[in-house]
């Protein structure tokens, strides 16, 4: 029952890929509830193949050497 309880929400955008999200929700007898949540974006099966693509080739190309 809503008329029975106060709640409080807060969002942060902390990135275009990261949300974090505050809740609490105070009834009126006393009982009180507090969540935390951290929301990933989910990435596309494109980018999920451009990433390993780009993996790859970082891990196929030679090291570089250090400047003497």
């Known amino acids: ?3 029975t309880n106060v709640g409080t929400e807060r969002c942060w955008f902390v990135t275009d890929q990261v949300r974090m999200r ?4 105070q009834h009126l007898s006393g009982v009180s509830m507090t969540t935390y949540c ?7 099966d494109e980018d999920i193949q451009s990433n390993a693509q780009q993996a790859r080739q970082l891990a ?4 570089l050497e250090p400047k003497s």
């Open 38 to 44: 951290t929301e990933l974006r989910c990435p596309t």
């Open 22 to 25: 505050v809740s609490s929700v």
């Open 60 to 63: 196929d190309s030679p090291a």
């Open 1 to 3: 029952r809503y008329d």
